[in-house]
């Protein structure tokens, strides 16, 4: 009779009918899905038979926003009193077990919502669990009960409340554990890496994944209520000169090879220039470069330009920007307004533009003070194109001895610096230590006063060329407070945010590679300040850019820019201040004589931003808050890419590798 009704309700449609006649029999279903009777209806009405079965199961579920067909809740919802008394159905994997005895069993089951405690009392499921490697994922049926007074974990979200199981199944056998995941993980980062997905169960990672998704959906709604939209530009493009090493993909055309992209800059422009007012990515990008903590060969970044506007429009919604990022991913408010400092002044008083404020250590030039002096580290120094460079460490004496000395000087001859030394202010307000040998009373005076040190204080000193002293000392300062900081003399506060915008770069810098000429500091669509535009034909190394870093802890988070839109300065800065082939960069002219808006933009590290949000939860590289990252060398260890490729398949490129250690041999 069913199978005759079910034909003639679904030939005339009577759905409605169809939903009634079902629910006996999905009910059944629902709690025997393996019920005999299935074989009594036609193949191709089991299809809806199983819908509302499992829709019926679903009704008699509880209303679980997480609900599904293999659980009715997850863990952080066995949470209050409510649910006391009520069957539920949970996921997830074996964290522990515990054995009391020969009826009583413990395991603690953790989900990517938290964990719960599962009481086994039956013999022969506990027979079972025994057998059941951890990190195993189960399946598990029973009902919530309170925990015993003795047992109860207020501090825990789900601590009040246990699950007596009255079935378990196994749904994925853990056959190996790299490391285990109990308690803080030590297990080195390499093999961490290699096996990636089973190191992602670490509640640590997560977390920071969580946050990470938290403040992208934040800044993407910050963005289109300002009324951005969101363009995906491509990742293949041309190979460019200048900048990072870049990535260049073959193709099976002799000769002819993309380049991934450093950053979508071109084509950002282009968009402007085509009438897009506002427009925005979660952009890939890509750099052949070595190791670094603070870089990935891949990476994001939230990209994003705008027309018609200038440096002020771009700097006060990118700090808006960053108040929306900030507080979604960590919680903190920041200020309504970012502080400013010029190129030159985070120079002069850091040696880097991008200044850590966090802590002083202020750098000083100490000519006159220290003119006379008789250090012979310093014999024969032409003054007329060095300085003198110091900084004061308040009540650091305890951490200059010899052996830290020693390797202070060893990390500045390995950054090629100049070799800085050591004066420790003692109770008497004299110097002891290298400096003190080469500096009479007068001089001791008047370092003390321009410092303003005190017993217990280290004055750090070097001498070298105006061009790299300040550079090198910068380095050096961060590399000591670094040290101070992990031997207890300086506090950094993680959760603390000191955001500041440097500005007023210059245009260009001597080229890294050949001698005579000039490169972009940033990249060679910025535009000059306009009061500095003449500059450009008569004394272009003295231009200031209407470029700007967001920096935040030390760490430059992102740069921006106003773009150049005249087609005919573009051409000229390429060509005759850059000595750049125009060819390569035709695109991009092209484009802005179609008639240009004025328009500028930033990109900020989105992994940057988010290593500096959870420093203070533990994170200390990048490859603490991205999925799946490379190694420091590049590599990703858990496929082994990159990994060789047959000649034979090389040969549909047109490539060929050689060995160039046995050319410079022949």
Known sequence: FLVVDLLMLVGSGGRSKLVGLFKPLAKTLATSPSCSCMQLIPQQLRFWVRSFANHELLQMRSLAGFATTHRTHVSSEINNSEVVGKEVALCGWVASKRFIGEDLAFVSLRDHFGTIQLKFTNKDAMTTLKNVPEEST???????LDRPQSQKRSNDLTGLFEVKVSSFTVLGTCHTTPFSLRGKVNTKEESRLTHRPFDIRRSEVQDALIARAQTSSAARTYLEKQGFIDIETPTLFKRTPGGANEFLVPTQEENRFYALVQSPQQYKQMLMVGG?????QFARC????????????????????????QQEDIMNLTEGLARAMWKAGCGVELPSLFPRMTYADAMASYGVDKPDTRFEMLLKIADHTLEGNTVKLWEGLDMANSHFVGMKIENAKEYFSRKNVDKMQAYARGIEAATPIVGVVNADMTLSSTLAKGVDARMTENLLTMFGAKPGDVLVVAGGKR???HSSMGKMRTYLASNLEENGFLQLNRKQFNFLWVVDFPMFEPHEVHEGRMQACHHPFTAPLPEHAGLLRSSPWEARAQHFDLVVNGVELGGGSVRVHDATLQEFILKDILNEDLVVFKQITDALRYGA???????????????VMLASKGAQSLR???????????????SGAPSPVSQEELGVYHIAVTNNKNEADD
């Open 597 to 611: 808006p004025p328009h500028g933009g930033i990109a900020l590290g989105f992994d940057r931003a988010m290593l």
């Open 286 to 309: 890509y750099r052949d470069e070595g190791g670094r903590v603070d870089r990935q060969p891949e990476f994001t970044q939230i990209d994003l330009e705008m027309s018609f506007v």
């Open 138 to 144: 189960i399946k598990a049926i029973g009902i919530v």
């Open 624 to 638: 603490d808050v991205i999925a799946f990252p490379k190694s420091f060398s590049g590599k990703e260890l858990m």
């Open 276 to 280: 897009i007012d506002r427009y925005y």
């Open 467 to 469: 061009g790299s002293i």
